[in-house]
Each structure stands twice: as C-alpha cells, then as structure tokens.
C-alpha cells in the first residue's frame, strides 16, 4: 500500500454510504475492504462502484469461483457457491473486494459483470468452466481451460481428483478417444527428508 492510499476505514464508510442497503456487509479484514451484496442486487451494486464519484472503480483486475462446501475443519452455514471480484480504481488509488453468493446450489446462477467491465469475460469463462457458475447475460459462456467434451467442473471439491475420464490414442482407430479412468485412487505420503545438513541447509 503506497503512502497515498485511502484509510481502508475511510474507504469503508464511502462504499457503504454509495452501495447504501444494496450492501448485506462491508467489512475491512488485513486492510482490504470487502463487500458482500445479495444476488438480486449484484449488477446494480457494480455500476454504483464504477459509476459513483467517490468509488471510480474503472477496473475489474480479477474474477474468481469459489466453492465453500468444506471450509476449515467446520461445516459452511449458507449458499455453496460465491463469486470473487477485484476492483480498482485507477483514479483515486482505492481497492476493493467484491462477493456475492448464488442463491441456488444445485443450479448456481449470477449476473455477469462483462457489460461493466468487459475485462470479466475470460474470468467468468474460467468460473463457469471450473465451478459450474452460470453467469446470466454473458454472450459467449463457453469452456476456457478444459476440453469441450469435459465432463463436470474439476475445481468443486466434490470432483475426484483423478477425474471422471481419460484420453488417449488408439492406434487402431487412428484417433483420441475417451474412456472411464482406470488409475487406482490412492493417497499420497510426503516424503519426510530427515538427513542432516540436507541442500546444505543448517
């Protein structure tokens, strides 16, 4: 955080009294400011951040999925799925945290911000191609980082890590083809380097 920097509580006080109750919580954690808004109010909440004099938030830096079925060692009270946005402002060097919950597990489902910040497009891909997060209005909600074929979103905790299928090439067919995945579950060790002065470390 550089010297000029706004007061993270300052900061705090000029989104709650922007977003007013469009805002379920606003809270100021490690010297970052976060807000938290309902589904319903999502997309109005983001064109205030961008559109209010003292927000400016003119960029989204990052979108992320998150799947909180299994949270610490406790079970998570409230909707599995959340979507995580970075905003900045260039303008008035402020940061902020940006949540919001998909009221539907089953069928996880939000707004997309792309018609904000045309930066969200690629992150909601990932979202939707990782997490199974829906986003309403996106124009092009299509698979980013895994195969088109691929079944399932490999970042929800209950996808098993080695997968559901494979592929490989069959030289009889003179293609890839995809089949059930025939590796064994197993649980890795770590191995435990107990020697003394090992990589010459004291």
Known sequence: MTAFAVNPEALKNTISAALGDKAQRVDVRLGEVTVQVAAANYLAAAQILRNDPSCAFEQLIDLCGVDYSEYGDSAWEGSRFCVVSHLLSVSLNQRVRLKVFAPDDAFPLVESLTGIWRSANWYEREAFDLFGIVFNGHDDLRRI????????????????????V???YDAQQQRVVYQPVTIEPRINTPRIIREDNYGGLQ
């Open 145 to 164: 980082l895994t195969d088109y074929g691929f079944i399932g979103h490999p970042f929800r905790k209950d996808f098993p890590l080695i997968g559901n």
């Open 166 to 168: 494979e592929m490989r």
